[in-house]
């Protein structure tokens, strides 16, 4: 079982940033790659980013040149440096497995984007 917790969300003016946290334990062993996802009332999870073990990543295109993945194994904690935040950046961000795993799922954290 893999437990994540994420960190870091909250209210910030369009154009501001924000660093989110994803905080794994558990059978960290067993993760290859991290995502980072995001939900919108009425809308399905979608993933934005994900960061394999060996660090190579990919990005949804709304947030590419945006948003910065990146991991610190020895703190199993995987990271979304999020910049020139925009008004349809609003959401609830999850972090899980890539693939996901339906029980991993965590409460998320809420990210509002808005002057």
């Known amino acids: 079982q893999v437990q994540l917790v994420e960190s870091g969300g909250g209210l910030v003016q369009p154009g501001g940033s924000l660093r989110l946290s994803c905080a794994a334990s558990?059978?960290?062993?067993?993760?290859?790659?991290i995502g980072w996802y995001r939900q919108t009332p009425g809308k399905q999870r979608v993933l934005v980013a994900r960061i394999s073990t060996g660090g190579s990543t990919n990005y949804a295109d709304s947030v590419k040149g945006r948003f910065t993945i990146s991991r610190d194994n020895a703190k199993n904690t995987v990271y979304l440096q999020m910049m020139s935040l925009r008004p349809e950046d609003t959401a609830v961000y999850y972090c899980n497995t890539y693939p996901f795993l339906a029980a991993s799922w965590g409460q998320g954290t809420q990210v509002t984007v808005s002057s």
């Open positions: 558990g059978s960290t062993g067993r993760i290859n790659a």
